[in-house]
């Protein structure tokens, strides 16, 4: 069992930033993939953002690219999403996963772990 706990989300105006966090608990060991995704209302979860335990390596959504930056801090057992230049498209609840797999990273059925959710609201 993987344990995620979310915080850093709010209420941000048009053009400014906000950071994510992600503190990993429990069977860490056994993770690949940690992942950002996001849910507007009415609509399907959303790949966001996902970076490789180990290695590092970082995949992004395109209308995020640019402006979101995916990082970890492996001693915390923790990973961020530093979102800048947020647009009120942006405005969604966030929830972070974890995945054993080494594929299929921008499918949330992937994930096997997901966090409770934080709401960042972008303001116009």
């Known amino acids: 069992q993987v344990q995620l706990v979310e915080s850093g989300g709010g209420l941000v105006q048009t053009g400014g930033s906000l950071r994510l966090s992600c503190a990993a608990s429990g069977r860490t060991d056994s993770t690949y993939l940690m992942g950002w995704f996001r849910q507007a209302p009415g609509k399907e979860r959303q790949f966001v953002a996902v970076i490789n335990w180990s290695g590092g390596s970082t995949q992004y959504t395109d209308s995020v690219q640019g402006r979101f930056i995916i990082s970890k801090d492996n001693a915390k057992n923790t990973v961020y999403l530093q979102m800048n230049s947020l647009k009120p498209e942006d405005t969604a609840v966030y929830y972070c996963?974890?995945?054993?797999?080494?594929?299929?990273?921008?499918?949330?059925?992937?994930?096997?772990?997901w966090g409770q959710g934080t709401q960042v609201t972008v303001s116009s």
């Open positions: 996963a974890a995945s054993p797999r080494r594929a299929l990273f921008a499918i949330p059925g992937a994930y096997d772990y």
